[in-house]
Every structure is written in structure tokens, then in C-alpha cells.
């Protein structure tokens, strides 16, 4: 449905499913919501707006994944989000995310780390060595990763 593969639904019907699905995502007050159903729920809305696939892609994906990132009382589901963000279609957002998670005190700096050097190619590395040089990873483990990738690549101080 979000990816209008057989017919054509309006932004506001889009974005219904949509809440539909970040309130299974982001719902701390429903025990009953196993966190594997939540998991499920955010690939669905994920792979709405990825780049690749059939259909149109679900502009209203990005933010979404956002707010998970941001809300999300699971770190699970905050890194997933993550990894999704880096396969939406605007790279340069996806880098900017990314790039700030990073540089968080968020548990899940080290998967911005990680995405920024396995999902966005050339231009995630390139994030990544501006990163290492300015010093501003702030996380132990986000420090830890980014020290992996300097080695492996060869980058100075």
C-alpha cells in the first residue's frame, strides 16, 4: 500500500497506515506488542521508502525512521532505524542523520559509525574521516569503531 504498487492512495491515506505502523513501533504502553511484531512493523515502513524496490517510494518513511531513532525505548529498533535511514533515497539526508547520531551521547552511536562506513560508500567515509580528525565522537564505542576504520583506511590525525 505505501509503495502504491497497484493503485494510487492520497498523502493522508498514506500516512494513516503509516501512524498505524509507528504505533506499534514506538508504543511503550501496549505489553502485548511482542517486540518482534514491532521489529516487522518498522522493516514494513522501512522498506516503504527505500530506494530500491517496485512502486514509488513513501516520502513519509524518512521522517518516521527519525522519530524511532529519536523515541524508541529499544536500542534494537533505534539501530535498525538507523540502518534503514542509510538505504533511503536522499543520501545526503541519510549522511546528515547519520553524522549527528555519531556524534551523539545516543547508545546507538556506534551503528552510525558502523552504517556511515558500510551503507554510504565514498561519501561515508568521508564523513567518517572528518569525524576521526575533528575528535567530536563522544561515545566509547562509537570512538572505538571509528578507530577501526582508521586504521583500515589509513587515516592520520
Do not use: C
Not at 498523502?11 to 498505524?20: F, H, S
Not at 515502513?45 to 529499544?74: M, N, Q, W
Not at 547508545?107 to 580528525?133: N, P, Q, S, T, W
Request: proline share 3%.
Amino acid at each position: 500500500i505505501l509503495r502504491q504498487l497497484k493503485e494510487t492512495r492520497s498523502d493522508d491515506a498514506l500516512g494513516a497506515v503509516a501512524d498505524v505502523l509507528m504505533d506499534y513501533i514506538v508504543s511503550k504502553a501496549s505489553p502485548t506488542v511482542s517486540l518482534s511484531a514491532r521489529q516487522n512493523a518498522l522493516d514494513v515502513l522501512a522498506a516503504s521508502g527505500r530506494r530500491d524496490g517496485g512502486g514509488k517510494p513513501f516520502p513519509g518513511a524518512y521522517p518516521r525512521l527519525v522519530r524511532i531513532v529519536e523515541s524508541a525505548d529499544d536500542s534494537g529498533l533505534r539501530a535498525s532505524a538507523l540502518f534503514h535511514i542509510a538505504h533511503q533515497p536522499d543520501t545526503a539526508q541519510a549522511l546528515r542523520m547519520l553524522r549527528g547520531v555519531a556524534v551523539s551521547n545516543n547508545e546507538v552511536a556506534m551503528v552510525a559509525v558502523r552504517d556511515l562506513a558500510g551503507y554510504l560508500g565514498d561519501r561515508g567515509l568521508a564523513v567518517l574521516r572528518e569525524l576521526y580528525r575533528s575528535g567530536e565522537v563522544k561515545d566509547l564505542w562509537a570512538q572505538r569503531e571509528l578507530a577501526h576504520n582508521a586504521r583500515k583506511y589509513g587515516w592520520t590525525r
